[in-house]
């Protein structure tokens, strides 16, 4: 009896030996780590423009030349090629207020190499197409644009405001 008591005993010493060695072996960890840089593609700026006031059934073209805020309203500076910007309005809203309202976007100043020209139109967005998918800036440096507006004003009942919102944004898919 005193034999199987002394032999249960070591075996319950040689059990909690391996339960350690078991746990060590299951808390044993590593870690790796992956780092990357997003780098940011373009620098975009986008200014505001006030019109000004028109009368009902009035048509009026709005161009840099007469109204400067329209003059490089749009500006970006990437650092590689084929960077894309989207230009999303909401003027489809407007159709009850204009009968007519076109904003000419026109390249301004383009980067050597591009395959664009300064004065080129790169998108119209109007009533009934108020957004624009892509236009494509092919190589990398400064691009401006400027907006040519040509609204005709619907008959109303009251002074009414307008807003337009354009949301511009660049986006590379390389």
Known sequence: MLKTRRLIGVLFILLSFSIVGVSAYVYEQAQHQVTQT???IATLTVQNSALGNIDEGQTILYTPSNQSDLNNIISIATIKANVYLHLDSDLD???????????VVKFDSVPGGSGHSTGDTACTLSLASPDFS?????????WTFDFE???????VSSDTATIVTISVSAESTN
Not at 93 to 103: D, E, F, P, R
């Open 38 to 40: 997003i780098l940011n």
């Open 93 to 103: 809203s407007l159709s009850g207020s204009y009968s007519a309202y076109n904003i």
């Open 134 to 142: 892509s236009i494509d800036l092919d190589v990398a440096g400064s």
């Open 149 to 155: 507006i040509t609204t005709t004003a619907n008959s």
